[in-house]
């Protein structure tokens, strides 16, 4: 379990993390979302001990990260997948985190094997890794200590489209047998196929923060009608705000049933009316992430 | 890539072994780290072929009196003095240049146990260089047999101080990389600095001081001679100083840092 509280992180006058909290459960994925510089890598750097917060406080598994005796055992943690040190084998990178927290040196090959790399890749001194294969060491070394909780910083950054499947299988199954995850993410779609709950980050600050289906629910209906202009005109006299699709569809704030009887009323005749899904949450992420980009 | 996620066999929710690791254990780990990284290889390297190289030049070149016991160690331990202050600082610079300081304190959250690691580490590896390089030299003496007088004697205060003197350099490397976190600037420093005082000190009005702060001065005494007690007075405020307080300051960075 995994919980934030008015967490608050200042740099100077910045304030880079102001008042986040949120709650991660056991047998549940939680996609945090933002842009990059919206404060995930801070928020998650303050989860786990790096990095002291200036309000608020982090709990894991029941407490402060700092107090776990062997924390490698219980919870997992990638924060920077290219932190690792370049004259180091991969392979040894594995087995020095093994060592100190007391695993059983046999695991770093069955996790090698899981990850997929072989063993020239294993061999390789970090220097000659691409981001991807860094990526798979991090996941890899987050999963050595057989943890109950993993904390993945933009996991899927530099992996390929099986590879990003992959992880969303090895995610999920983690979370379908107990486990907690919070990973974040800057694109939407990494984790809204794998994710239950999106907690979403602007400018350090929480902008929406529910089950996946809570804010697909909250983001609109898509209306689509051959005469756009009218639909346009009926919206706004009945006095709800509707934005481009970018598709030759309309994104109105208000739900399907409502958007039908303002067109009936306008005599509008539509060509499409749901709701409007995950191009609803992508709007929503966009504009509450970037819509008071300075 | 494995392509069914069945494969990843965690089982989860079960407390196991979630006991603090031992300082036995977080100092093997600190010795694994000074030898499995490439710059750490060749560094080990280095003392390793440096020792018996310097002992075989000083063995043919050298006259009888250079022979002996006591000075084949002196030649000896030339090299792993050079070099292992440069491991120490690397052993914790390393962590912030190479950025696995985040790994480091995410496995270890209690930052003062890792540097505490750290120093029980140089000290072990100073004891294993320490006696490699009596075992070259004695092996040198053995072989150049110079068959002068005091050939094998060796006061074992000497000894001591010898071994002092190694394993208090690599706690000062330790120190200056604590302190400034970064590797480049404190292995320039640990050359400069000696070079500085050497020569601040030759100033009349400094040499007072510099008797007592100048590790050139204060410090060489170690490996010559059994030291009176001004002469240790003088080692230690030197070490107080160079060692001592960079660790200090060192520890107050670390344990203050946000680490990146």
Redesign the interface.
């Known amino acids: 379990m995994i919980e934030a509280q008015s967490l608050t992180k200042r740099f100077g006058t910045t304030t880079v993390v102001d008042d986040v909290s949120f709650r991660c459960e056991p047998g549940t994925v939680t996609g945090f979302l933002g842009p990059n510089g919206a404060g995930k890598t801070t928020t998650m750097r303050m989860l786990c001990g790096l990095s002291r917060p200036d309000a608020g406080h982090a709990a894991v598994l029941g407490g402060p990260y700092r107090e776990l005796p062997n924390p490698g055992r219980r919870v997992g943690i990638l924060l920077d997948a290219s932190a690792q040190h370049a004259g180091r084998r991969g392979r040894e990178a594995l087995a020095v985190s093994a060592q100190m927290m007391g695993v059983d040196a046999r695991r770093v090959q069955s996790l090698l094997d899981l990850v997929g790399l072989d063993r020239a890749a294993a061999r390789k001194r970090v220097r000659q890794y691409s981001l991807g294969m860094r990526q798979r060491l991090g996941i890899a070394h987050a999963l050595l200590g057989e943890p109950e909780v993993l904390i993945l910083d933009e996991p899927a950054n530099g992996l390929d489209p099986p590879g990003m499947r992959w992880m969303r299988e090895v995610l999920r199954d983690f979370a379908d047998r107990g486990g907690t995850v919070l990973l974040s993410s800057h694109l939407l779609h990494e984790v809204d196929a794998v994710a239950d709950q999106i907690v979403i980050i602007g400018h350090g600050r929480i902008a929406a923060h529910g089950s996946r289906a809570d804010l697909l629910a909250g983001a609109g209906t898509l209306v689509r009608a051959g005469n756009e202009a009218a639909l346009v005109a009926a919206l706004d006299a009945a006095g709800l705000a509707s934005r481009s699709d970018g598709d030759g569809g309309l994104i109105v704030t208000a739900e399907p049933e409502d958007v039908g009887r303002v067109a009936l009323d306008g005599g509008v005749a539509l060509s499409h009316l749901s709701p409007s899904g995950a191009a609803g949450l992508e709007q929503l992420f966009f504009d509450l992430t970037s819509g008071d980009s300075r | 890539?494995?392509?069914?996620?069945?494969?990843?066999d965690?089982?989860?929710?079960?407390?196991?072994?979630?006991?603090?690791?031992g300082m036995g254990?977080?100092t093997?780990?600190e010795l694994?780290?000074m030898v499995?990284?490439?710059?750490?290889f060749w560094l080990q390297f280095a003392v390793v072929t440096l020792t018996v190289a310097v002992v075989v030049v000083v063995g043919i070149v050298g006259h009888a009196q250079d022979h002996t016991l006591r000075q084949m160690l002196s030649a000896a331990l030339a090299p792993a003095s050079i070099l292992l202050p440069i491991v120490g600082i690397l052993l914790v610079s390393?962590e912030w240049s190479?950025?696995?300081a985040?790994?480091?304190?995410?496995?270890?959250?209690?930052r003062a146990r890792v540097l505490a690691a750290k120093v029980a580490a140089s000290v072990v590896l100073s004891l294993v260089a320490f006696v490699f390089c009596l075992a070259v030299a004695a092996i040198a003496t053995a072989i150049t047999a110079p068959g002068v007088e005091h050939t094998w004697s060796l006061p074992a205060g000497l000894l001591g101080q010898s071994l002092l003197s190694l394993a208090t350099g690599m706690i000062g490397g330790v120190a200056f990389g604590a302190a400034l976190l970064s590797s480049a600037p404190a292995i320039v420093l640990s050359f400069a600095l000696p070079i500085a005082l050497g020569a601040l000190g030759s100033i009349p009005a400094l040499e007072g001081a510099a008797r007592w702060l100048d590790g050139g001065r204060s410090l060489t005494p170690l490996t010559e001679h059994l030291m009176s007690s001004t002469e240790w007075a003088r080692a230690g405020t030197t070490l107080a100083l160079w060692m001592v307080l960079p660790l200090v300051i060192g520890l107050w960075r670390i344990l203050r840092n946000?680490?990146?």
């Open positions: 890539m494995s392509t069914h996620a069945a494969a990843l965690i089982p989860i929710a079960g407390t196991k072994a979630d006991r603090r690791p254990r977080l093997a780990v694994r780290k499995d990284t490439r710059a750490g390393s190479q950025r696995t985040p790994i480091t304190f995410v496995l270890v959250p209690n946000e680490v990146a």
